[in-house]
């Protein structure tokens, strides 16, 4: 019912920085939360993190606490993903979703309106 676009995916040595942005075609009402993915190959998506779309909460994946922060701005209808300290584990195509539930979620499949992901590759 919306449309998400990814973009800022890119080629990083480990220990540098990598913004992502998910932009939102429109204004979003249906939704409460915002969440970013990933997905290595191989591996099931996992959650990075979600950010409330009202408010400022958010919640992170334990593998990416103290170094990623997600962030958004409301009159642009965009949603960032600030990385840092970058490590190889970290590539994978990032994703962003929306969800329904109330109060966010961790589950990938609470999530709709995917958008097609942006690569991002940590390697020396």
């Known amino acids: 019912q919306v449309q998400l676009v990814e973009s800022g995916g890119g080629l990083v040595q480990p220990g540098g920085s990598l913004r992502l942005s998910c932009a939102a075609s429109?204004?979003?009402?249906?939704?409460?939360?915002i969440g970013w993915f990933r997905q290595a190959p191989g591996k099931e998506r996992e959650l990075v993190g979600f950010?409330?779309?009202?408010?400022?909460?958010?919640s992170y994946a334990d593998s990416v606490k103290g170094r990623f922060a997600i962030s958004r701005d409301n009159t642009k209808n965009t949603v960032n993903l600030q990385m840092n300290n970058l490590k190889p584990e970290d590539t994978a195509v990032y994703y962003c979703?929306?969800?329904?539930?109330?109060?966010?979620?961790?589950?990938?499949?609470?999530?709709?309106?995917w958008g097609q992901g942006t690569q991002v590759t940590v390697s020396s």
């Open positions: 429109r204004i979003i009402h249906e939704y409460y939360a």
């Open positions: 979703a929306a969800t329904k539930v109330f109060y966010g979620s961790h589950r990938a499949t609470d999530y709709d309106s």
């Open positions: 950010i409330m779309w009202s408010g400022s909460d958010t």
